[in-house]
């Protein structure tokens, strides 16, 4: 089995790795409007994102320490946000970041990517069966308490009380399965309390 996921890996990262190459040569040859330019950076950097995910995978299954690193909270978020901001233009979602500048933490920049990008995703998913002529807005704060709060709220279709208990066990989903894998959360709790050391609620 290790030896199949370490092939797998290998090719995905050689997939990806095209991907990326092929971003870049159409960035640099081809003329683009700035909605397009903006479009390509998006997919280079997501390109660059997925290389690290599948490298971060590939150091769990062969045991080895994952990089540690000092790395900036509010640039993070900004990336993720930035990554999702097609998303969220698609739904017609607002959304509005306040950060303290200045946070920074020792940890795994991607894992903390990655919870940010998983919370962010769902708050706009959240407006999906709601109507259009509604305010749609998804407030993310992340500021310094006893120690790094991140927030992120919406005002969208909620959460039944009698699931919510639920919510962070891996493969239940209020999503239909093209959309959702039930994943996301569990994940997200997993990294929050073992790369990071801290707690997560909703």
């Known amino acids: 089995a290790a030896e199949l996921a370490s092939g797998l890996f290998h090719d995905l990262t050689n997939q990806v790795t095209a991907l990326s190459l092929n971003v870049e040569h159409v960035k640099q040859h081809t003329p683009q409007a700035s909605e397009t330019k903006a479009s390509i950076d998006r997919a280079g950097k997501v390109s660059e994102r997925m290389k690290q995910f599948v490298s971060s995978v590939r150091k769990q299954l ?76 998804v407030a993310v704060t992340l500021r310094q308490q006893d120690g790094i709060e991140l927030s992120v709220t919406d005002w969208g279709c909620g959460i039944p009380a009698g699931i919510k208990d639920r919510i962070f066990q891996p493969f239940f989903t209020t999503k239909d399965f093209a959309y959702g894998t039930g994943l996301g959360l569990s994940l997200t709790k997993q990294r929050v309390e073992k790369d990071f050391a801290g707690t997560i609620t909703m």
């Open 62 to 137: 062969a045991g080895s320490k994952q990089d540690v690193q000092h790395f900036s909270l509010p640039y993070e978020l900004e990336q993720a946000a930035e990554l999702l901001s097609y998303k969220a233009r698609q739904m017609h979602v607002e959304v509005d970041i306040q950060a303290d500048p200045g946070l920074c933490l020792d940890g795994d920049a991607f894992k903390f990517n990655q919870i940010v990008i998983n919370l962010l995703s769902n708050a706009i998913d959240a407006y999906a069966d709601q109507p259009e002529h509604l305010p749609r807005r």
